[in-house]
Structure formats: C-alpha cells, structure tokens
C-alpha cells in the first residue's frame, strides 16, 4: 500500500514536473517571426531584373535575351528615374539612323536619373552575325536587350494599346508619367519629349 502510494506520488510528481517545465519554455522562449522584415536604409529594396532565357555574347558585347514577361520588368519600373525605352532592330534604316541620338541622351543625361534601354527586335538567326558585331563597332553603351517571344500579337498591344508593331517606337515613362511613340526622333526632339517628365 505504502508502495502504491510512493508510485502514485512519483507519478503525479513527474507529470506536474513536465507540464510546469514546458510552460515555462514555452513563456520564456521568445516567438519567432514570421518573416523578417528586410531592413534598407534610405533606399528602397528594387525587385532585380528577371533570369533572361539566354545570353548571347562574343569577346566583348553580352546581350540577354528576354520573353516578354521578361522584358516587362524594363517596362514597369516605380523609382525616380526615366526609363526611355526604344524599340528598334538592326535591318530597320530608320531605328538605326535614330541610335546615335539615343546614345547622346543616354551619355548626357545619366547624371539625371535618365536611363535608355535599346530593345533589339532583331531575329535569333541575326543575333551572333549582325546585332553582337553592330553594337561592338558602334560602340553602344546603352543597355541592350533582345526580346524573343514570337507572339508579338500578344505582346505588342501589352506594350502600348495603339502599337501598330511598326518600329522605330519608343516608351518613355516615370513613376508619374508614360507616354508611347510610335516614330523616328531627332536629338532635339528627343531632349524636349525627355524634359516633360521632369
């Protein structure tokens, strides 16, 4: 009987010892969050641009190349910066008569939170024979980017509503303002549609 009550005590003894011990963990151990917050200082955490599909280069020019999902990251940025976006192809006369003033805004006003983006629509077959050897000896220092996605139907209207496909076409926008053009620019004319979005 003495023995019973011993083993009963010892029970109740090592059951009350385990429930007391696992609150007191459980009240003194801290709670984890959830997620934890990323902490950036006077900046703001800017999404990084998309895996291109593929990456076509030579001894000194590396272009990537994007479907158009990939490519809307260049097309939906929110910071201060201008983003002139500029369509345009190497067989295309008028598109490459343009790129030197593209060049000059992307020289002149860096300093300005101004950035141009040169989006080759140029065919994969010509990528390696024409595109890699142009913007070498024309010694663009623009970004460049290909997009390759064949259903530019699709596309096209995502771009802009009124994009009839024909290019040269140009996207300048901000996190204000977005404007769509579908047509050749001088420099000047170039500078002045750049100056709105000031």
Do not use: H
Request: glycine letters at 2%; charged letters at 25%.
């Amino acid at each position: 009987m003495i023995l019973k009550r011993i083993s009963l005590f010892v029970v109740l003894f090592i059951i009350t010892l385990l429930f007391s011990c696992k609150k007191e963990v459980s009240n003194d151990a801290p709670k984890e969050p959830e997620t934890v917050p990323e902490i950036v200082e006077d900046t703001i955490a800017v999404p990084k641009p998309p895996k291109p599909l593929k990456v076509y280069s030579n001894d000194t020019v590396s272009v990537p190349a994007y479907d158009y999902a990939g490519l809307e990251y260049y097309l939906r940025q929110k910071n201060d910066t201008t983003y002139v976006v500029n369509f345009w192809a190497t067989w295309c006369v008028p598109c490459v008569a343009e790129l030197p003033n593209f060049e000059k805004i992307n020289t002149n006003y860096k300093k300005n939170k101004i950035k141009v983006i040169l989006v080759s629509l140029d065919m994969a077959k010509m990528i390696e024979p024409k595109l890699l050897p142009f913007i070498k000896e024309k010694q663009i220092k623009s970004q460049v980017v290909l997009l390759r996605d064949p259903d530019a139907d699709a596309w096209i209207p995502k771009v802009d509503s009124t994009w009839s496909g024909a290019i040269p076409a140009t996207v300048i926008y901000n996190s204000e303002m977005r404007k769509f053009y579908e047509r050749s620019f001088t420099y000047d004319e170039l500078e002045k549609e750049i100056s709105n979005f000031k």
